[in-house]
């Protein structure tokens, strides 16, 4: 079998499905067992940034909580900077802010104004893509540094809710799918 097909039976395998968590009807696909596994952290790590030479990519975005761990990682072993995107209220420099709708009211992303030099190569990284909402938006606030969007990369995709239909015109890229 391709031995990368392998790794990702095996990530496939070490994702916990937590039922109704953080609210009912909701399949909370928790990584946890997959970070504190050194070989399938290392083995994630691999396949998430393997389409990256060193050095060709200036940045990589991670939206926080989770997806600050792999995005970091890959900033530190592409020889890229890493670059957080918070929540309102959290990052302490002057920020530009890009709202989205939740099926009920509206969430904010946060980036700093001084982020990401024009004409830099960025890749956003997150752990899950569930409706886009959140990578559509971070995607919004990379675009106004008038930066390259090179690839848009997931461990996971939730394909039924359609995420990748806000990101049209973007190279989206996922790992596992379910
Ligand atoms: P969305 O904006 O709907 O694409 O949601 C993506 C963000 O919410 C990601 O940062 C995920 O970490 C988190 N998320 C959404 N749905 C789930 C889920 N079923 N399991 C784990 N994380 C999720």
């Given at each position: 079998m391709?031995?990368?097909?392998?790794?990702?039976?095996?990530?496939?395998?070490?994702?916990r499905?937590?039922?109704?968590?953080?609210?009912?009807?909701i399949?909370?696909?928790?990584?946890t067992?997959?970070?504190?596994?050194?070989?399938?952290?290392?083995?994630?790590?691999?396949?998430?940034?393997?389409?990256?030479?060193?050095?060709?990519i200036?940045?990589?975005?991670?939206?926080?909580?989770r997806?600050f761990?792999?995005?970091?990682?890959?900033?530190?072993?592409?020889?890229a900077?890493?670059?957080?995107?918070?929540?309102?209220g959290?990052?302490?420099?002057?920020?530009?802010e890009?709202?989205?709708?939740l099926?009920?009211?509206?969430?904010?992303?946060?980036?700093?104004?001084d982020?990401?030099?024009?004409?830099?190569?960025?890749?956003?990284?997150?752990?899950?893509?569930?409706?886009g909402?959140?990578?559509?938006?971070?995607?919004?606030?990379?675009?106004?540094?008038?930066?390259e969007?090179?690839?848009?990369?997931?461990?996971?995709?939730?394909?039924?809710?359609?995420?990748?239909e806000k990101?049209?015109?973007?190279p989206?890229?996922s790992?596992?799918t379910?």
């Open positions: 391709n031995p990368n097909q392998t790794k990702i039976d095996n990530l496939t395998s070490a994702i499905n937590i039922p109704d968590f953080p609210k009912p009807g399949q909370f696909k928790d990584i067992p997959v970070l504190a596994d050194p070989q399938l952290f290392a083995d994630a790590l691999e396949l998430l940034t393997n389409d990256f030479k060193q050095g060709e200036d940045y990589f975005v991670g939206v926080e909580a997806g761990i792999f995005s970091a990682a890959a900033a530190l072993k592409l020889g900077g890493f670059i957080p995107v918070r929540k309102p959290k990052l302490p420099y002057d920020t530009y890009e709202s989205y709708d099926e009920y009211g509206s969430n904010s992303v946060c980036i700093h104004t982020a990401i030099r024009p004409g830099s190569r960025v890749v956003l990284m997150d752990d899950l893509l569930a409706t909402g959140t990578a559509a938006a971070t995607a919004a606030l990379i675009r106004k540094f008038d930066a969007i090179v690839q848009v990369t997931f461990l996971i995709e939730l394909a039924f809710l359609k995420g990748r990101l049209q015109g973007l989206v890229r790992l596992i379910f």
